[in-house]
């Protein structure tokens, strides 16, 4: 069994176009059901806004891999200098169940959720074809950092702004990138929105505060799910993106709001099927808005997960564990 831990996905190598390509495999699996993957139990105990996560899954294709992601979430962790996340991924061989690696990091789960939203931006690139365009992000946790990253490998010499706002004072020296000139560190949620082609949540907000019309056209990643208020669907009911309806449905989402609140049902939703596979955004008028909210699909960690190991076997890098 080979371990890996942070370090050594680090010393793999981090390639954005690499990550969204296992994203759309994993996508074309699911959209002919070759995977497996069952609603996620919440383990809670104590203090209810603690969690942990059980997300197992299978993937078929040329992925073939089969594991289970288990991730805690302490949000106050922060208060005593700890990350807020823990995540553990196990990965087992799809034919006999023999487990092949643990992968010891959150920074895998970061960079499934950052990958999830470059396949949507890759898709709303190729149908807009984007240039000058202006990226807002609100929250500069690790999520936020690796979604800068991200859009920055991925548009580059399009983007012409990125407005950047956390509820924590930052400074001009926390950013070093070559897209440094056109950053700009902003005192409101409400700068990083208003203009943004690319709007990204990217807090650990409980309640909703986002209560402004978004700009016409623009891309809405709601990858932290609980930062707008339900008026949000009048403006992207034409557009309106989940990763999977029964599982982002519920934990008190946006969308399980704008389910009860306003009556939204499956049927007005698109999947991330419908973009990555069947060309969604192709049908839309420019003035669109598109809001995509991915609450997390166990299958995106387990192939991303079998994409490390397999690139670990290859360059040799991880730590071999004795099974017997």
């Not at 371990?3 to 969204?20: A, H, P």
């Not at 006999?96 to 990091?105: C, F």
């Not at 999830?116 to 149908?127: E, Q, R, W």
């Not at 082609?197 to 909703?208: A, L, N, R």
Request: net charge negative; with cysteine.
């Amino acid at each position: 069994m080979l371990y890996l831990n942070e370090s050594d996905i680090n010393n793999l190598g981090i390639t954005w176009n690499e990550l969204v390509t296992v994203i759309e495999k994993s996508v074309a699996c699911m959209a002919v059901n070759d995977f497996a993957q069952p609603i996620k139990p919440y383990l809670r105990y104590r203090d209810l806004k603690n969690r942990i996560i059980a997300m197992p899954a299978f993937i078929g294709g040329e992925i073939e891999m089969s594991g289970i992601k288990w991730i805690a979430s302490f949000p106050d962790n922060i208060k005593n200098n700890l990350p807020r996340a823990h995540s553990v991924v196990i990965l087992n061989n799809a034919s006999t169940g023999e487990p092949l690696s643990i992968i010891n990091t959150a920074l895998l789960s970061i960079l499934r959720t950052s990958a999830v939203s470059g396949a949507l931006i890759k898709a709303y690139d190729n149908t807009r074809t984007l240039k000058g365009i202006k990226i807002g992000i609100v929250g500069w946790g690790p999520i936020g950092q690796y979604h800068f990253k991200m859009v920055n490998d991925l548009l580059g010499d399009k983007i012409e702004k990125v407005y950047i706002y956390d509820i924590k004072p930052l400074g001009e020296n926390v950013i070093d990138s070559s897209l440094k000139d056109k950053i700009e560190i902003v005192d409101s949620w409400e700068k990083t929105y208003i203009d943004a082609d690319i709007f990204m949540t990217c807090t650990v907000s409980k309640e909703p505060y986002i209560d402004l019309p978004p700009k016409k056209g623009s891309l809405q990643l709601n990858v932290s799910l609980r930062d707008y208020k339900t008026d949000i669907l009048d403006y992207v009911k034409n557009a309106l993106i989940v990763d999977d309806w029964d599982e982002v449905c519920r934990e008190k989402t946006d969308i399980e709001h704008m389910h009860i609140e306003k009556g939204l049902k499956q049927e007005d939703s698109k999947s991330i099927i419908d973009v990555v596979c069947n060309d969604f955004l192709t049908t839309l008028k420019e003035e669109d808005v598109i809001m995509f909210n991915p609450m997390g699909m166990a299958t995106f960690d387990i192939a991303l997960g079998g994409f490390f190991y397999n690139k670990a076997k290859e360059m040799n890098i991880g730590k071999a564990l004795e099974t017997l």
